[in-house]
């Protein structure tokens, strides 16, 4: 069993990076591919990217890609999301998931969810 807590959400200006972490309970966190989804009000959650369980090749959805990165830290049970340049577009809850053997963009294949947390890009 794993659970997942977000952090580092909050209120920033367009342009601007925020860097979101995912800390992991449980020992079999090293086993799992970890992904980051979002969710906008109103619209459905979406794919933002994901690592392998080594922390090598990660891969983002078109939409952030060359923005934002990925990286995790087995030692510390920690997945991150470093978001830079932000857009008003990028306003979300932001999940982090764990589950699969291997990274996907597909929701139903993580079995594992964090609480999400809010960030919000200002225009």
């Known amino acids: 069993q794993v659970q997942l807590v977000e952090s580092g959400g909050g209120l920033v200006q367009a342009g601007g990076s925020l860097r979101l972490s995912c800390a992991a309970s449980?020992?079999?966190?090293?086993?799992?591919?970890m992904g980051w989804f979002r969710q906008a009000t109103g619209k459905e959650r979406e794919f933002v990217g994901a690592i392998t369980w080594s922390g090598g090749t990660p891969f983002y959805a078109d939409s952030v890609k060359g923005r934002f990165i990925i990286s995790r830290d087995n030692a510390k049970n920690t997945v991150y999301l470093q978001m830079n340049s932000l857009k008003p577009e990028d306003t979300a809850v932001y999940y982090c998931a764990g589950g699969p053997v291997f990274p996907s963009p597909i929701t139903h294949e993580y079995d594992y969810w964090g609480q999400g947390t809010q960030v919000t890009v200002l225009s």
């Open positions: 449980g020992r079999t966190f090293r086993n799992y591919a």
